[in-house]
């Protein structure tokens, strides 16, 4: 199967357009709920859906990045190519190496990556939120190089 970036950029596409249906879904809930339109069965309360809301974007993010690695993964697989380092730093820096990524995309990925990492292990101090549309932006450019 030859490289095809094209539909990688469309996969982690897919999950931007995943969050959201997600978001509409939830909004849609918070506002029946208030008119008094709907009523939660007894394992949700109210602070979940609205704990949901506020996090929603952060989860998705999460899932757009894993997206990403496995995107990555792919790629060294259809090269031929030993997967490099497990960890997702270590797959992106072999494959920057590989196709012509400029330092700054690679900063920009790296940013999201260390973002993500915030939101999935927590940390002291944490890079500024990018919201998912900005991170989608910068993963799929850095596909984009993967030739």
Same mark, same amino acid.
């Given at each position: ?27 849609? =809930? =918070?506002?029946?709920?208030? &008119?008094?339109?709907?009523?939660? *069965?007894?394992? /949700? ?6 704990? &949901? ?12 990045? +894993? ?23 270590? =797959? ?9 990524? +400029? ?5 920009? /990925? ?9 939101? /999935? ?7 500024? *939120?990018?919201? =998912? +549309?900005? +991170?989608?932006?910068? /993963? ?8």
């Amino acid at each position: 199967m030859p490289l095809d970036p094209t539909r990688w950029i469309m996969r982690v596409k897919s999950v931007e357009r995943e969050f959201n249906a997600a978001k509409l879904a939830v909004d849609h =809930l =918070l506002v029946e709920v208030a &008119a008094g339109g709907f009523h939660f *069965p007894p394992e /949700v309360e109210w602070r979940d859906v609205d704990n &949901a809301s506020k996090h929603i974007e952060r989860t998705y993010v999460v899932r757009l990045f +894993s997206c990403f690695e496995s995107v990555l993964k792919e790629y060294f697989h259809l090269r031929g190519s030993f997967v490099p380092r497990r960890n997702a730093s270590g =797959l992106i820096k072999v494959a920057s190496k590989d196709c012509p990524i +400029s330092d700054q995309l690679l900063k920009s /990925v790296h940013e999201v990556r260390r973002y993500r990492n915030s939101i /999935v292990h927590g940390s002291d101090y944490p890079p500024g *939120p990018i919201t =998912l +549309s900005d +991170s989608r932006r910068r /993963v799929n450019r850095f596909i984009d190089k993967l030739r």
